[in-house]
């Protein structure tokens, strides 16, 4: 072998060696990097972060039990959240500007309606997030009230003790007028109740009524009561025979004459008067104030004219029947009944004015009372009643008013002078000849009429 082959020879086999070991230190990387024998090659992946835990803070420094007012009002509450959060009234008449949202500082309003009730009352927002919860306290205050029956008294000379009724919901002051501290005074002699006030009233040694004003407090709410007490002076009688009946059963100091207490001391006239064919005018009726319902002047044939005193809530059947020279009636604001024949047959008299509580007028109330010109039903009255206004046969205008559903059996009979009347909407029954030989030249039945009786309007020609 020649000295070039054999040097061409070593040169190969150094080859071999080198690639050789290439080889070995290869897979001894290869075993040493994947010593798991995974057949993938990617690095594995970094873990995800722990969620936070939801948290809701809210700072001392902030209302976390706000009152609201009466009328509505409304409170701001701050708080932070690392998290989704909603918030929850417990009742409809909490209001939240906002009722969810995400992680930060928020600022909620919290408002209510307003408070038409006279009690406080409690609620509550709720926040939450996640399994957190956060609840505030809701309140709001009630409405202010105090209520009377009635504002204005009118009182005997004589000494006595006022009592009346408050309902109220508020603690109450009392605040009597300067020109009346002398003789009113609120009473101390028994129990006070926060629904009962109780004032002694002295005697007025005076002809002259007087007056003063209690003012009732409490919360933001106050009411004014009118007292009236009148003069222990000696009743003027515009008739002689009135006086003489007068004095002859209330006269109790037998002095000759009536005051203004022994009238007022008086409860019960019933039928004193009945059946007078002398009496003209008894307008001082007005003093007897404790009466309870109204006296019987029945067939009282000269009686010309009669004022009723406030406080009488009734004036009875067959009072003033066949009193055909009355003309005139005062009726007390207290009024909310007329009874049965109550005026039938006056027949010269011309106007009254029915007061605006009444709610019944009974059956032949105005029968008869040919002179009658006009009229007007207050709004309470649902039924104008059997012959209520027959025979007014000088009845030219009547206002009827919403609400009234019947007109009963002949309750405009001979209403001769009666050409046009306007019918309520609420009006669904017309009874028999109820506007029978009226005056009508017109009419107009509303559509909630659903019956009319045999002869309704029988002889309207």
């Known amino acids: 072998m020649s000295r070039k082959d054999t040097r061409d020879t070593k040169q190969t086999t150094m080859k071999k060696l080198e690639l050789l070991l290439l080889v070995f230190a290869s897979a001894f990387l290869l075993s040493a990097c994947g010593g798991d024998n995974s057949p993938s090659s990617e690095p594995s992946p970094a873990p995800s972060p722990t969620p936070a835990t939801p948290s809701i803070d809210i700072a001392t420094t902030e209302n976390t039990s706000p009152v609201l007012s009466q009328t509505g009002g409304s409170a701001q509450l701050t708080f932070k ?38 009690d406080d009352r409690k609620g509550t927002v709720t926040i939450s997030s996640g399994s957190v919860s956060k609840t505030i306290d809701v309140s709001q205050v009630q409405k202010d009230a105090i209520v009377l029956a009635l504002q204005d008294y009118s009182v005997a000379a004589t000494a006595q003790t006022l009592d009346f009724e408050v309902e109220t919901n508020v603690s109450l002051s009392v605040a009597i007028s300067d020109d009346a501290s002398s003789w009113i005074t609120q009473a101390t002699t028994r129990a006070l109740h926060t629904e009962s006030l109780h004032f002694d009233i002295a005697p007025n040694p005076t002809k002259e009524t007087r007056e003063g004003i209690i003012t009732i407090s409490g919360g933001s709410v106050s009411q004014n009561i009118k007292v009236k007490q009148d003069g222990d002076g000696i009743i003027t009688f515009e008739d002689a025979e009135v006086k003489r009946i007068c004095v002859e059963n209330w006269d109790t100091n037998k002095d000759g004459e009536l005051s203004f207490s022994e009238a007022a001391a008086v409860t019960i006239i019933d039928t004193t008067f009945s059946n007078n064919k002398i009496i003209k005018s008894f307008n001082e009726l007005q003093y007897f104030k404790n009466i309870q319902i109204s006296p019987y002047f029945t067939s009282c044939s000269n009686l010309e004219k009669i004022t009723i005193p406030e406080g009488v809530t009734s004036i009875g059947n067959y009072v003033f029947a066949g009193c055909n020279s009355l003309t005139s009636v005062g009726m007390p604001e207290s009024l909310i009944s007329i009874g049965e024949r ?4 006056c027949n010269n008299l011309n106007n009254i004015t029915i007061p605006e509580g009444v709610t019944d007028i009974g059956d032949c109330a105005f029968d008869g009372c040919s002179s009658l010109s006009s009229i007007t039903i207050p709004e309470g009255v649902t039924t104008i009643n059997q012959s209520t206004f027959n025979m007014c046969k000088s009845l030219a205008s009547i206002t009827i008013p919403e609400g009234v559903t019947t007109i009963g059996d002949s309750a405009f009979g001979s209403c001769y002078s009666l050409t046009n009347i306007i019918l309520p909407e609420s009006l669904t029954h017309i009874g028999v000849y109820a506007f029978a030989v009226s005056g009508l030249n017109s009419i107009s039945i509303p559509k909630g009429v659903t019956s009319i009786d045999y002869a309704a309007f029988k002889g309207c020609i």
């Open 81 to 118: 959240t690392n998290a989704d959060w909603t918030a929850k009234s417990s009742d409809s008449w909490i209001k939240v500007s906002q009722t969810s949202g995400k992680a930060g500082t928020i600022t909620l309003t919290i408002s209510a309606e307003d408070n038409d009730g006279y």
């Open 342 to 345: 109550a005026f039938k047959e």
